[in-house]
């Protein structure tokens, strides 16, 4: 890989690793405007912008987990990663930072 595409592979990767954390130190509020930000951008963009940059031949059909998931192996049919990616784990995330904070009553840090 160029220099380029291993800077968007880790920021890429740092920022997914943020998000799927997201609800144990951000509150649900912010990660549920973060869900229409990423709607927005998936609308305008028809994709991640990142995915975009990392993926260009592939871009609109790919996703950083197919990416990964590829890479180590496994066959993945990419357009339900896709699915799966843009429609279900947003909701996910969200659901176990309500879970987190509002049933549990955890603190967060934001």
Not at 18 to 44: A, G, H, M, R
Not at 52 to 65: D, I, P, R, S, V
């Amino acid at each position: 890989m160029k220099p380029r595409e291993i800077l968007i592979f880790y920021a890429h990767l740092i920022l997914i690793i943020f998000v799927w954390t997201s609800p144990f130190w951000l509150n649900w509020k912010i990660i549920f405007l973060f869900i229409i930000l990423n709607y927005l951008q998936i609308i305008i963009f028809r994709a991640c912008v990142l995915t975009l940059a990392q993926f260009k031949k592939q871009g609109k059909e790919m996703t950083m987990y197919t990416f990964i998931l590829e890479k180590i192996g496994f066959k993945i049919n990419r357009r339900i990663m896709k699915l799966i990616a843009q429609f279900i784990m947003p909701w996910v995330i969200l659901l176990i930072a309500i879970i987190w904070q509002i049933l549990l009553h955890k603190k967060v840090l934001i």
